[in-house]
């Protein structure tokens, strides 16, 4: 992976990372709480010979001192030293217990030893340190006395007297936030990374780059007031969702050039990404720009566009495949543009062969020779075969993905299927993605709100069409008496 790809995880996961190194400083925060403090005081000696003499004979005695400092450290922790500290001082422990309180360390080439003592009371911590360091003393005179009567070659001096100590030495506040902070980001830095190599949905183009590379012909943002309002036409003509829609026309129009059939299929691999709406507000925006349209609902399992639009559902495609009624009956005028509507009709217990059949080619290419776009509403692809037998006869699919509603796998499934049918995918939509973050959609329109309208008219104008005629079978004139419902 690149560096941008590992910038991308960590905004994608700094809400994860951020709340376990947060949680690190808080155990922290609670260890130094919870731990009862503890106080340490130091005393610290000297190591002298007692005799004087020549420089060579000082210079030995100091080589002496130095080899001594380190066997005295040693019986620090001896009963020798600490039994008389426990019975001066009263203390309700044993030595070993004691040693576990007192610590003595040298310095090399130095013949200094410091005594450290810890315990809950600074007073009684400095207390020890001292009576340790008297101990000492007096244990080191009698052990390097040769008899009763001879003195010792060696003088231990205290120095620097143990003091009570202000503040504790442990907990240490500061390294327990820091380490929890360290650990907390170590986590949430693995955690981040096992998330992100077992998640294999599809949240943004770069995901959907490592399936395919077929055409991105736009991505539509998630917008909460679209479940209640899925239609283009209930949101402000400048919003952000529609300029997406207006994109995702020009686009599609552009990718479709030059193919022998204008009908387009719209769908997606698995239920719930958005394909009946992108559907539905395609023909809308391609209505929007001066063309003729007709949408067509092929869902004929879970048909929806009627009732997006508000139309009437019990006749139409279905009607037509069966030989009810001819299509240009069960076409449906909707909103003030040249957009008619053919919706599924009854559901049928034969969806796959319905729409396999030569009578669902025949109506394509009738409503093909009437108007300027055909745009039809498929089935999903995993979960049925309608919309794969359908898209061997159109001029090309254009695949719908739901940002983390599909897995990777779903999509490469889905265009193998459509590849083995000889399909033409047109490109790839991406709806529901967010509006910020590390998958947002790179290209936001919010800034371009207030651009001229006669602007927009114009460049609507100058995009191409798979026909460049007005219908001829069905006139606007011929609709005019009836009533719109929008």
């Not at 503890?38 to 003499?53: D, K």
């Not at 019990?314 to 003030?336: H, R």
């Not at 009709?345 to 025949?362: H, K, Q």
């Amino acid at each position: 992976m690149e560096l941008r790809d590992y910038l991308r995880i960590l905004r994608r996961n700094w809400i994860l990372i951020v709340s376990l190194a947060l949680v690190g400083v808080i155990g922290g925060a609670a260890s130094s709480l919870l731990i009862r403090p503890t106080y340490t005081a130091e005393t610290q000696l000297f190591v002298a010979i007692q005799n004087s003499g020549t420089v060579q004979e000082l210079q030995q005695g100091n080589t002496f001192s130095q080899a001594r400092v380190q066997s005295y450290t040693k019986t620090v922790d001896t009963p020798v030293v600490l039994q008389p500290v426990i019975d001066t001082l009263g203390l309700g422990m044993t030595s070993k217990e004691l040693s576990a309180k007192v610590k003595a360390t040298s310095d090399l080439n130095t013949v200094l030893i410091t005594i450290s003592a810890s315990d809950g009371s600074p007073v009684q911590a400095a207390a020890i340190a001292q009576a340790v360091g008297d101990s000492l003393i007096k244990a080191v005179d009698a052990l390097e006395r040769s008899d009763k009567t001879s003195s010792s070659p060696v003088k231990l001096s205290i120095v620097t007297p143990a003091v009570a100590p202000r503040e504790a030495s442990a907990p240490n506040t500061r390294l327990n936030l820091a380490l929890g902070l360290l650990a907390g980001l170590v986590f949430g830095a693995g955690t981040t990374l096992l998330r992100t190599t077992l998640d294999n949905k599809i949240r943004g183009e770069a995901d959907l780059r490592r399936v395919t590379n077929a055409p991105m012909l736009g991505g539509i943002a998630f917008d909460r007031d679209a479940v209640k309002k899925p239609l283009i036409t209930q949101a402000p003509n400048q919003s952000p969702r529609a300029e997406s829609f207006r994109q995702i026309r020009t686009n599609m129009q552009f990718a479709n050039l030059g193919q022998k059939s204008g009908a387009v299929m719209v769908t997606s691999s698995l239920p719930g990404e958005g394909k009946s709406t992108t559907a539905t507000n395609l023909a809308i925006t391609l209505a929007q720009a001066g063309q003729s349209v007709v949408l067509v609902d092929a869902d004929l399992r879970r048909p929806m566009i009627a009732e997006y639009l508000g139309l009437e559902g019990s006749a139409g495609l279905t009607t037509a495949l069966i030989g009810n009624a001819d299509v240009q009956d069960l076409l449906q005028p909707w909103g003030d543009d040249q957009l008619f509507v053919l919706t599924s009709g009854n559901i049928p217990p034969n969806p796959s062969e319905l729409l396999g059949s030569d009578a669902m080619l025949r109506m394509v290419r009738q409503l093909e020779s009437t108007f300027d776009s055909v745009i039809i509403d498929a089935p999903p692809l995993l979960p049925v075969t309608d919309a794969a037998v359908l898209s061997q006869h159109l001029g090309g699919v254009i695949l719908i993905v739901g940002s983390q509603r599909v897995r990777q796998g779903d999509v490469e499934k889905s265009l193998g299927a459509l590849e083995l049918v000889g399909s033409n995918v047109l490109g790839i939509v991406m709806n529901m993605l967010p509006s910020k973050g590390a998958d947002a959609y790179a290209y936001s329109y919010q800034s371009y709100g207030s651009y001229d309208a006669e602007a927009k008219r114009s460049l609507d104008s100058e995009i191409p069409t798979a026909h460049s005629r007005p219908p001829t079978r069905f006139p606007r004139s011929s609709f005019e008496a009836n009533s719109r419902r929008s």
